[in-house]
């Protein structure tokens, strides 16, 4: 059974940072592109962000520049750094496979929100 675990959300002011951790566990987890996802209220879930297993990177324009996708394939987890939040990255975040069909059961996702 897969898990994946995702953390490090929270309430942020416009302008700072976060760094949200993905852990994932029950899966040869290296071998995948991951993907970050997000979901606001009454938006569809969108992929904002992936990562090959050998570290090439690929954005959506919307958070590019400001995000950075990484990965640690020894201790399964993916992480995304988010700088210059904006009240629009306000959202649920998620991790999963980042290609195609998104592989396995989504995790509870991390809240991150961007307000003063």
């Known amino acids: 059974q897969v898990q994946l675990v995702e953390s490090g959300g929270g309430l942020v002011q416009p302008g700072g940072s976060l760094r949200l951790s993905c852990a994932a566990s029950?899966?040869?987890?290296?071998?995948?592109?991951m993907g970050w996802y997000r979901q606001s209220p009454g938006k569809q879930r969108e992929l904002v962000a992936t990562?090959?297993?050998?570290?090439?990177?690929n954005y959506a324009d919307s958070v590019k520049g400001r995000f950075s996708i990484s990965r640690d394939n020894a201790k399964n987890t993916v992480y995304l750094q988010m700088n210059s939040l904006k009240p629009e990255d306000t959202a649920v975040y998620y991790c999963?496979?980042?290609?195609?069909?998104?592989?396995?059961?989504w995790g509870q996702g991390t809240q991150v929100t961007v307000s003063s």
């Open positions: 990562i090959t297993s050998g570290g090439s990177t």
């Open positions: 029950g899966t040869i987890f290296s071998v995948y592109v």
């Open positions: 999963n496979t980042g290609i195609g069909i998104p592989r396995y059961s």
